[in-house]
């Protein structure tokens, strides 16, 4: 369709780390975001540190077309990598991890409610050991991060993929 805008046939991907640092594995969405931002460096993809920033991310989530979040994630045993999509996701931040996700909670729930919201939101995530005014991960967590930047770098090759093939026309163009 002519006037239509590169923007408008292929969404932005935002990488959005979350998380507190000096509450140990907290810490770990930063530390994913660092590290992915590493191993794939891309002019599509926004990588955001949203720190344990609240309502002032509305906006970034807002801008994103795909959405890929990474945090601390709830869960039984330490160390475990954890991908969530659709409505695992609002159940995830119900727990309660620490007191950024009330606030992602709140972001997400906001830009639903203002109309504009990503198309895709994806979760990368690794299960804390410990959640406690200390610096440094704990040894489960650092030991699960390469698997959860492969994790992470899976979705983003996908979604490229799919974007790909959505200009080239070999695939369904999202509809905004």
Do not use: C
């Not at 810490?27 to 794939?40: M, V």
């Not at 795909?66 to 869960?75: S, T």
């Not at 994806?122 to 200390?134: A, F, Q």
């Amino acid at each position: 369709m002519s006037g239509t805008s590169p923007e408008q046939v292929h969404p932005q991907i935002t990488v959005l780390g979350v998380g507190n640092t000096i509450m140990a594995d907290d810490g770990a969405g930063l530390e994913l975001l660092t590290l992915i931002g590493q191993a794939r460096p891309d002019a599509r993809v926004e990588y955001v540190d949203g720190w344990t920033g609240g309502m002032e991310l509305v906006p970034v989530v807002q801008e994103a077309g795909r959405l890929l979040i990474l945090d601390a994630v709830a869960g039984r045993v330490p160390g475990t990598v954890v991908h969530l999509t659709g409505d695992q996701i609002p159940r995830m931040l119900q727990a309660k991890l620490s007191p950024h996700q009330v606030g992602l909670l709140d972001v997400l729930t906001a830009a639903r409610m203002l109309g504009r919201e990503p198309e895709q939101i994806e979760v990368v995530g690794i299960v804390p050991e410990v959640v406690d005014l200390r610096l440094g991960l704990s040894d489960p967590v650092t030991a699960a991060l390469p698997a959860a930047v492969e994790t992470a770098v899976e979705v983003l090759d996908r979604w490229f993929a799919e974007l790909g093939a959505a200009v080239t026309g070999a695939g369904p163009v999202p509809q905004s």
